[in-house]
């Protein structure tokens, strides 16, 4: 495989390629094409990416020809493969969306290279093999991601846009300090370097503190309460293509950070990293849930969704088993795609009724495909069999359950209780946009038919989350048996044969005679 190496590098590359292509001025429909093409491109890259780890191969980038530690490394394995994959195709349809979409106020000012250095900046982020980079990873989407938030200036746009800016300044200053206290404790930042460095050391409580200020990091970047304020606001403000985007894959960046962390580095003193995690996954499950059922209008509640679904990684996450680690990563890819398609349905019912509002009433007579669609995901998102939400969240619980610990027992309290919040939530949509007689005084508008399709292959896509769960659950089983032996990842970093740093001299120092 080594004649893949240059792989991992493939999906940055041509996302910020792209990104700066588009920044030359030209109509919009070579714009749109360049978009669509460098977007179907880095979807290609990301599949490549997806057979060539298939079988436990881990895929290293050394730029400029450094090895790691000491260089610039980008690694693929398995769990970076999916989330690369994952990421590339809600990006495709969120550009399809933009696409079918104009906005000629924010296409002025570089929406679609915008969107491509925002899919530049998610995809070194699952591909980065040390923690600064990671943390570079993140402000090349976040700075994209600011520009995003405030295109268009509008009052909303500006107030909820500083909230996320601050909130996440915050957040990256916290990792810039936690990245400097790492390397003066372990030496180094490389993913693989810090984990070897971590076992040589054994239980270490300064170790476990480094690790509990890089949760802290994350769990502010996946929106995890009470750190997750900001997102609510945020999504329904945002342009509907992006905030399609925004929802299924940024707070996932921070979920894969807290995987990649806690399963393949600080991997000693398990016990506080995973109670964390499970108290702040199951508060944020309830807050997810009740936020749905308090809101009125689409986004906002599907926002609340977003919340929820990430407390559920995290529950997944704190039971740290084989098997709850094995239905998180099946839940990510639930989570994206149900969120790409449910944020696509948002954008066609709010285009068709005019209003954000979901008290439209009787739009089963104007859009009966549609409400098939919103249906399917509201089950999925509820995780009512047959649906591959039920299919992951059964797994989470039994999970928990086997864990046995009353923390565990708790999370999965909440996750039962959440879920039928989540179904109570989605039925009151259901009935209170697509059931009874439409009002005569309400106007049914022309929705575009691309914007139509985009939530239709999002949905179906939903769909074969259920017809192909057993190769879903095959290839996540696979992915947490390789994160449960992070030697693998080691040995295909630093190889067979790595780099040994020899430790600093200690002692007093000789005595000189003159």
Known sequence: MSGLSWLPLAPFVTSLG???????????????ALSLVGTLATLAFAA????????????????????????????ADRLAAWMSLLAAVSALLAVWQAAADPDPVREKYWLFALMQFLFAGVQLSFLTGDLFNLFVA?????????ALTVLGSTREQLREGFRYIVMNLAASSLLVVTCGLAYGVLGTLNFAHLAQRAA????????TAVGVLLLIVFAAKGALF??????PGTYPAL????????AAVLTKVGVYALIRVFTTVFTQEPGLPNSLLLGLGSVTMLYGAFGMASQREWRRILSFTVVSSVGYLA????????????????YLAVSVLVTTALFAIATVAERATGTRLVRARGMLEFLPLLAACFLLCALTVAGLPPSGGFVAKYALVRAGLAQGSPLALLAVVSALLSSLITLYAMLNVWRGFFWGKHPAWLSVYRVPRALHAAAYVASALVAGLTLFAGPLFARAGATAAELSQPERYIRGVLGDNPVVIPPAPTGTPKETHP
């Open 18 to 32: 792209f990104g700066l292509l588009l920044l030359w001025p030209a109509r919009r429909p070579v714009r749109v």
């Open 48 to 75: 490549g990416l997806l057979l060539a780890t298939a079988d436990g191969t881990v895929l290293v980038s050394a730029l400029g020809g450094w090895r790691a530690p000491f260089g610039i490394v980008m690694t």
């Open 138 to 146: 993140f402000e090349v989407m976040l700075v994209a991601s600011y």
């Open 200 to 207: 040589e050391l054994g239980p270490n409580a300064t170790v």
């Open 226 to 231: 009470p750190l997750g304020f900001w997102l």
């Open 239 to 246: 342009p509907p293509a992006v905030g399609t985007f925004f």
């Open 315 to 330: 529950f997944g996450l704190g039971v740290g088993t084989p098997e709850a680690v094995r239905a998180s990563v099946a």
